[in-house]
């Protein structure tokens, strides 16, 4: 076991082998990175600090870093993110893992502390982070650790959003990679990733249709689009809700029904949480939501849905399936899937292991460039160099036998140049 891995039952590791021979099975594109760019010595003796939901396929990668010879220790956002026959399994090999399904918000924070502790207590390290949680407590209960982090890379929107506003307050202590803003990212992971994998757990928990029902997406980001596309594609009678008029102008050229929430709460059947916000359904939504409304969270932030508005709101609930509550207000039943979480995690396996296979092949390579210019880069959020995101572009295009052409010479000068 990975020297101080602190699990919930080492015995379930068995289960969690055989998801992570899964995921390494189906992972080319992060399979290829290892072999041609990450065994050239950069992580030997380097710590590595991973905050990531301990599935397969985060265990995959911490595995991929470990055997490239970084020190690895994993913790997750929060104990609703956790499979514990993953991490025991995780610990099994090597890799140190802090985290229980049991544990407390506290102990979750502790957990992360431990990840700090141990990766940049003596030595030089390197964070991939989620919501920013193991950054928020290097600059704040861990600030003595920060001259030794050389960078991190972030996984989320919601994080990404964060780190810009310490970098406007000119509080960021060291750089930090938008890896959730690398095209080979967003583009699969948000919008395919979450649409598939959002969509699934709900129709899976509820045993429910969703051909004819009337569903809402609230948020027509990237993971939005996602959603709306999906359930579009089983036959749902999608509306989008929107902030932004562009975004909201788009859905409706995509073809959906764009309206104010509070409108679309008298008629939708399913509502999609897709933001990065708080109080997106409130209680003035639950109050006209009709009898038999279900509600799901795919959004980075647990605040989207007020639970603890709804739970005021309603005489009394009770789990009706696994992951399923429901709520009793005043004779209407309202249903929340996976506690107002994120609803791919905690009532699923999460994305696909193809679109993870991206974004973990983008977030390896983002640790090796931190771990090499880290030092060199100034205290602010930076983008993935465009040729690691093509690069992992064309190492997927090779393992499904596909491929793209090249400019000519030619048509380089043409479309650099302004003289006829």
């Known amino acids: ?24 099975e189906h992972s080319p594109v992060l399979n290829r990175v290892r072999d041609e760019y990450l065994k050239d010595g950069t992580f030997e003796g380097l710590g590595v600090g991973v905050a990531l939901p301990i599935e397969a396929k985060t265990a995959y990668l911490t ?14 956002p929060g104990p609703f993110f956790v499979q514990d026959d993953v991490a025991a399994a995780l610990a099994e090999r090597g890799v140190t893992v802090y985290a229980s399904s049991e544990a407390d918000p506290l102990e979750a924070d502790r957990e992360l502390e431990r990840v700090l502790d141990r990766v940049a207590g003596g030595r030089d390290a390197v964070l991939i982070d989620d919501r920013a949680g193991l950054t928020r407590l290097a600059h704040t209960t861990r600030k003595g650790l920060l001259p030794r982090i050389r960078g991190s890379s972030e996984e989320t929107t919601s994080g990404v959003a964060k780190f810009r506003a ?5 509080v960021l202590e060291f750089p930090t990679l938008a890896a959730n803003d690398a095209r080979c990212k967003y583009l699969f992971d948000n919008r395919y990733g979450t649409g598939q994998s959002a969509i699934t757990a709900i129709m899976q928990n509820t045993n429910l249709m969703m051909g004819g029902k009337r569903l809402v997406v609230l948020g027509y980001g990237w993971c939005g689009k996602g959603i709306a596309r999906y359930a ?26 764009v309206l104010p929430a509070l409108d679309a709460c008298e008629r939708g059947e399913i509502f999609v949480t897709a933001t990065g916000s708080t109080d997106v359904l409130t209680r003035e939504h639950f109050e006209r939501m ?3 409304a279900i509600l799901a969270n795919a959004g980075g932030v647990d605040v989207e849905i007020d639970v603890d508005g709804l739970r005021e709101a309603s005489s009394g609930s009770r789990e009706v399936r696994r992951n399923v509550e429901e709520f009793d207000l005043e004779g209407r039943k309202i249903y929340l899937v996976g506690r107002g979480l994120v609803v791919n995690l905690t009532a699923g396996d999460g994305h696909p292991v193809e679109i993870m296979d991206l974004t973990f092949a983008i977030q390896a390579l983002c640790a090796h460039h931190l771990a090499n210019n880290g030092h060199a880069l100034e205290n602010r959020v930076h983008l993935l160099p465009k040729e690691i995101d093509d690069e992992v572009a064309r190492i997927k295009l090779d393992a499904v ?14 479309l650099a140049g302004w003289r006829e």
Do not use: N
């Open 232 to 257: 579009a594609g089983l036959g749902a009678r999608v509306s989008v809700c929107e902030v932004d008029p562009v975004r909201g102008l788009e859905a409706y050229a995509d073809g959906f029904d």
């Open 401 to 414: 036998g596909m491929g793209v052409d090249s400019l000519t010479s030619e048509q380089e000068e043409f």
């Open 1 to 24: 076991m990975g020297s101080d891995s602190i699990v919930r039952d080492p015995s379930l590791a068995p289960d969690g082998h055989r998801k992570i021979d899964w995921a390494a």
């Open 63 to 76: 595995i991929v870093l470990a055997e490239a010879g970084a020190d690895v220790s994993v913790a997750s």
């Open 290 to 292: 009709r009898d038999g």
């Open 166 to 170: 310490m970098e406007r307050e000119g």
